[in-house]
């Protein structure tokens, strides 16, 4: 599993949270810890969370709140933790968005292979319904809709076509020459390199709320990436 998979573990049990860790690292996943929910929130936000372990029995915050509030902006996998055998917990928790469940006490290599199974249930989805992720930004190429925050973004045909492009290509640094002849090459109004930075502009303060992820190269071009 690649090492920038971030695991986020909260547990009020600070030696629950330890050894989690361990476990966790040795399978290369990079790991988060918290000891609330309010805490686990603040690292949602200031970090790219790929998977959320999230205990139910917290005096500051409890899981169930929590996992609500998680759900009200991100679809991260997420995974609970509850001393309850019964079912009321597991049923609760699946209501609000939880992906899984594990009673305590459990054996960390059967958590990290729930992790793993719930992680390529999820991957799978994303491939059949043809999204592309990243932070907060997701694209429904099939439908051509973009989202922040689960909220829909209108941007126009060329807004979005630039985007997508940029999107599929992450990472990389492309002029706005490419970039131009790329998205206004074929069409028969082609517009000016100007063109490309209104767009630009546009496009970011339309995804103002996913962050600064179209970023200027200076004296070279346009790039899409999350900032670390």
């Not at 929910?37 to 899981?63: C, N, Q, S």
């Not at 076509?161 to 640094?173: A, S």
Request: charged residues 30%; hydrophobic residues 40%; contains cysteine.
């Amino acid at each position: 599993m690649s090492e920038l998979t971030y695991v986020l573990v909260v547990d009020d049990e600070v030696e629950l949270l330890e050894l989690v860790k361990t476990y966790l690292q040795k399978e290369s996943y990079a790991v988060l810890t918290a000891t609330s929910g309010r805490e686990a929130i603040e690292f949602m936000h200031r970090y790219k969370v790929e998977f959320v372990v999230l205990d139910v029995m917290m005096d500051d915050m409890d899981g169930f709140t929590a996992c609500e509030r998680i759900r009200s902006f991100s679809q991260v996998p997420i995974l609970m933790l509850t001393a309850r055998s019964g079912e009321e917990d597991k049923v609760k928790g699946l209501k609000l968005g939880a992906d899984d469940y594990m009673v305590k006490p459990f054996s960390p290599r059967e958590l990290i292979a729930r992790i793993e199974a719930v992680l390529r249930r999820s991957e799978r989805m994303n491939v059949q319904t043809n999204r592309l992720k990243m932070g907060e930004l997701e694209v429904d190429v099939n439908g051509r809709m973009v989202f922040v925050h689960q909220e829909p973004v209108r941007l126009t045909r060329k807004e979005y076509d630039l985007l997508l492009f940029l999107l599929e290509h992450r990472g990389q640094v492309f002029t706005r020459e490419h970039l131009h002849e790329r998205i206004w090459g074929m069409d028969t109004e082609m517009g000016t390199l100007r063109t490309v930075d209104t767009h630009v502009k546009t496009i970011r303060l339309k995804l103002k709320a996913a962050g600064a992820l179209l970023q200027t190269v200076w004296g070279i071009g346009y790039k899409l990436e999350e900032l670390s």
